[in-house]
């Protein structure tokens, strides 16, 4: 028990409750902080098993609420779209990239804090370009989870409804990211030993999060979720 493991502990607990109230923003705040302990690689490996763990153990309680013909048509155009962010990897310069990305997000998050709502339907083409556009982003700058969020949150539908969106999608999504990172040697046995040690202390904090969540309001649950997409933005564009 190293002052690093420690300090790690501390940051997944504190991801935890942020996954069990807003659904998302878990990975967000773990990977700056576990790179410099951990490294890039092992970081991403122990940020994917525990948040498929907890997706799993989520998954059940709110299935019923998912949009599963918006989020599994968004989710199967990031499946397909990944390999594609990890091809353009190799020739893009994703720097400046990123902060373009990171700049658009915060802006949009910015907006939708003023109340501004989508009035129109998910129609299917919009859907399957957000999420080829998040599946791209994933691999391309590891900031895919924000489109997805502006697009849910600016709509007019429910807390309950976008966190159980969220859920269903990181289903799919991160299902996804294992088979490509088994297939290329990148998910390793270390990952995984320091993710069994985080996956309870984060499950624990998550359960509290959910409950947390079930006692919030509708008001409550767009500032905090829209928090973390700024947030998002903003360590986009300074890292």
């Known amino acids: 028990m190293t002052p690093e493991i420690i300090f790690a502990f501390v940051v997944a607990a504190s991801a935890g409750l942020m996954r069990g109230f807003a659904g998302v923003g878990s990975g967000m705040l773990m ?3 576990f790179v410099h302990t951990f490294g ?3 970081t991403i490996g122990m940020i994917i098993l525990i948040e498929i763990v907890a997706t799993a153990l989520l998954l059940p309680s709110v299935h019923k609420e998912i949009q599963w013909r918006t989020i599994g048509l968004m989710g199967l155009a990031a499946a397909a779209a990944m ?3 990890s091809w353009l990897l190799v020739t893009l310069e994703t720097p400046s990239l990123q902060f373009g990305v990171s700049l658009l997000v915060a802006a949009s998050a910015l907006l939708l804090m003023t109340g501004w709502r989508y009035e129109g339907a998910k129609r299917p083409l919009a859907t399957f370009g957000v999420g080829a556009v998040s599946g ?5 700058t590891s900031l895919g989870n924000p489109p997805v969020m502006l697009y849910l949150l600016s709509s ?4 309950a409804t976008n966190r159980a969106n969220f859920t ?11 088979l490509l990172m088994s297939f290329k040697g990148l998910l390793t046995w270390e990952a995984a030993r320091l993710a069994g040690m985080m996956i309870p202390v984060f499950l624990m904090t998550t359960w509290i999060g959910s409950k947390l969540f079930r006692q919030s309001s509708e008001q409550m649950y767009r500032r905090v979720a829209l928090g973390i997409l700024f947030l998002a933005g903003l360590y986009g564009m300074i890292r």
């Open 40 to 42: 890039p690689v092992q």
């Open 83 to 85: 390999p594609v962010g």
């Open 168 to 178: 269903g999608y990181f289903a799919i999504t991160l299902a996804t990211l294992i």
């Open 136 to 140: 791209l982003l994933m691999a391309l």
């Open 156 to 159: 007019r539908d429910s807390a």
């Open 31 to 33: 990977a700056p902080f």
